[in-house]
Nanobody
Framework: QVQLVESGGGLAQAGGSLRLSCAAS????????MGWHRQTPGKQRELVGI???????TYADSVKGRCTMSRDDAKNTVYLQMNSLKPEDTAVYYC?????????WGQGTQVTVSS
């Protein structure tokens, strides 16, 4: 059973920072590609970034240079550090895991950035 639980969302001012965490259950974590996506009402869910099992990261152009993903395999946790937040970063952020080709999602955490 794969479960992903996000935390760390909330309200921030433009230019501020937030760190999201995603705690994963199961023995798959160290081998899984983990990632973050986000979604706003009326729009498709979009990729924020992914982090491979070895730690290599890829980011969407919209967050590149402002966001950093990391993972702690000992804690089965992946993090998304978001800096220089913009109002357009407001969205529900979903943790994502690709476990042997099958996608799993967390329940989402709301991030709201005020101008």
């Amino acid at each position: 059973q794969v479960q992903l639980v996000e935390s760390g969302g909330g309200l921030a001012q433009a230019g501020g920072s937030l760190r999201l965490s995603c705690a994963a259950s199961g023995s798959f974590f160290s081998r899984a590609v983990m990632g973050w996506h986000r979604q706003t009402p009326g729009k498709q869910r979009e990729l924020v970034g992914i982090i491979a099992s070895g730690g290599a990261t890829t980011y969407a152009d919209s967050v590149k240079g402002r966001c950093t993903m990391s993972r702690d395999d000992a804690k089965n946790t992946v993090y998304l550090q978001m800096n220089s937040l913009k109002p357009e970063d407001t969205a529900v952020y979903y943790c994502y895991a690709n476990v042997f080709g099958r996608p799993y999602w967390g329940q989402g955490t709301q991030v709201t950035v005020s101008s």
